[in-house]
């Protein structure tokens, strides 16, 4: 929190939220659907590049204030598997714009300690695509600092069958198929981002009440917010009010806390109105 207050006026509308945020309790990785680009461009009469165009803008500026804040992991879903059906304009302008951002921002990416990385079928993405995002991925592989996964042609349920087939063909490889049990813990560990820790928060924007194939496995607890706010309009204040919620939420992984009040055999029974045995 100490790099965003450094930075911040305390005359800035942001400067209480950020005070107000405990540094203790951070969400260590936030996950975001970044949704609502194309309605952003509609509003404004503006062909859905330009709402791309401005969607690059907040991911510049979340990964910096992600950074900042001393987030651990931010996760953005770029392009899903099913984003293939857009029409080919469309999607060959999403190429152009992560090519452009991502050559433009890498070597201030370099400096600051940033990791990027990629999770999805990345292989089967366009070459020069590919190449730009491995160019990116080694270019900051030995950086420490905020780790970002670009989570591009992803599906969620993909990379489930992905993890499974690979479990499957190891085991073959061993000669250890016939006696193969598949654990959670396999599953996890075969993940496109395997290591990474599950997410605390997601953030979807737009409103949308969806999850849209997106880490399916790794959202299982996670803290969901959603924001009727398009993307491109996504700033410090809604990640900041963002984080201020996750903090009130009370997390218990299906658990209960120390102080909950559990019911004695006789309060059972006297509950279900039936004598004690
Ligand atoms: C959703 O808006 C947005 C996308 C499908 C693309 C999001 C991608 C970016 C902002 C670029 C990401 C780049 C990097 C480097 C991570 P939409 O088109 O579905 O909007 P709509 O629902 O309003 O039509």
Request: glycine share 6%; proline share 4%.
């Amino acid at each position: 929190m100490k790099a965003l207050l450094d930075i911040l006026k305390p005359t800035s509308s942001d400067w209480p939220l950020a005070k107000a945020v405990d540094p203790e309790r951070l969400p260590q990785h936030i996950a975001v659907i970044m949704d609502g680009n194309g309605r952003w461009a509609g509003r404004r009469n503006l062909p859905r590049a330009a709402g791309h165009k401005a969607g690059m803008n907040s991911v510049r500026e979340i990964i910096e204030n992600c950074a900042r804040i001393g987030i651990e992991a931010l996760t953005l879903y770029a392009f899903s598997v099913e984003n293939w059906k857009r029409p080919r304009a469309e999607v060959e302008t999403l190429w152009r714009l992560l090519r452009f951002y991502v050559e433009r921002e890498l070597p201030k990416l370099v400096e600051n300690g940033i990791q990027i990385r990629t999770i999805g079928r990345t292989d089967e993405l366009p070459a020069n695509v590919t190449s730009c995002l491995r160019k990116a991925e080694s270019a900051t592989r030995q950086n420490r600092g905020l780790v970002v996964n670009i989570a591009i042609n992803y599906g969620g349920r993909t990379e489930i069958a992905d993890a499974v087939n690979r479990i499957l063909e190891n085991a073959r490889r061993a000669g250890a198929a016939d006696s193969l049990v598949v654990t959670e813990e396999m599953i996890s560990a075969h993940l496109y981002g395997a290591g990474i820790p599950d997410p605390d928060l997601l953030i979807r924007t737009s409103g949308e009440l969806r999850i849209s194939n997106f880490l399916l496995w790794q959202l299982a607890y996670t803290e969901i917010y959603v924001t009727p706010t398009f993307w491109p309009d996504f700033g410090l204040t809604d990640l900041l009010e963002a984080i201020l919620n996750f903090q009130k939420r009370d997390r218990r992984f299906g658990a209960l806390n120390k102080d909950a009040v559990t019911a004695t055999d006789e309060q059972v029974d006297e509950l279900l109105g039936v004598s004690a045995t």
